[in-house]
């Protein structure tokens, strides 16, 4: 299995081995398609725009606190050590074909991407200006970057929205423009209206694979949503397991 189903404690609840085997042949479907997508073969296949970023991670404690104690906590780096606090990670995009990827680095030529692809025809992206950054609700986190990161892009989708920090306005200006001209690229292809030699052979390949992880992604989501769902209703009806042992889904 893949670290991401490793990491998870699957649910051991009596009669649940047909849940148990969908999440293991999901599991093995994405870990497949992952396995085509790897940095140097989609940097080989020209991609629209690749580049090192940062990523924000906002923990789910922090972000739902109050502004002044958030404000209140970024004082203290304490609260870093114990992961209550925003962080900035490094990040590799790769706008390629339909999707963005993100990967840990450039250097990690077998690792996987990072998460679920980004699809371009069904996502916004802009840039955040300085100006606005102060009336974002993430704006605590996000007056906290990372040294040499001055800019914010900004990728919406209908999930969640992701903040990327960039070097300079001319790196935030050559992104934006890039991410938005691939999204039209992709809507045109969508609906049949590229002729197939006016982009890269290869993209469809990759596209393919992108398309089919974020769907394998989608269902291992749903599984593991669905499984919580069924041991809330279980321990609501007395049937858990003994007191302290826990057989449910905790991510």
């Not at 047909?18 to 991609?47: C, F, H, T």
């Not at 292809?189 to 394998?216: E, I, Q």
Request: aromatic share 10%; with cysteine; proline share 8%.
């Amino acid at each position: 299995m893949s670290q991401e189903l490793r990491k998870r404690n699957l649910p051991t609840v009596k009669g649940s081995s047909n849940q148990m085997e969908g999440y293991q042949i999901d599991d093995q479907l994405a870990s497949r398609y992952a396995a085509g997508l790897r940095v140097p073969s989609m940097l080989k296949a020209s991609p629209q725009h690749a580049g090192d970023v940062h990523k924000l991670h906002i923990p789910l404690l922090f972000y739902v606190l109050p502004k002044f104690i958030q404000q209140w906590m970024l004082k203290f780096k304490f609260f870093s050590f114990l992961g209550l606090l925003p962080s900035w990670e490094p990040r590799f995009l790769i706008v390629l074909g339909r999707f963005v990827y993100k990967f840990s680095n450039r250097h990690d030529v077998k690792a996987p991407p990072k998460g679920r692809p980004v699809p371009m025809d069904s996502a916004d992206f802009f840039n955040l200006p300085e100006s606005d950054i102060t009336y974002d609700q993430n704006a605590a986190a996000l007056m906290d970057r990372p040294v040499g990161s001055q800019h914010v892009l900004v990728f919406s989708t209908l999930r969640k929205t992701h903040y990327y920090a960039v070097p300079s306005k001319v790196d935030a200006v050559l992104w934006l423009n890039t991410l938005q001209q691939a999204k039209q690229e992709a809507i045109k292809r969508s609906m049949g209206h590229c002729p197939p030699g006016s982009y890269p052979a290869t993209w469809s390949l990759f596209d393919n694979l992108g398309d089919n992880l974020v769907k394998s992604k989608e269902r291992i989501e749903k599984r593991l949503q669905e499984g919580e769902q069924r041991e809330l209703e279980m321990t609501s009806m007395g049937i858990g397991g003994p007191p302290g042992v826990s057989s449910g889904i905790y991510g």
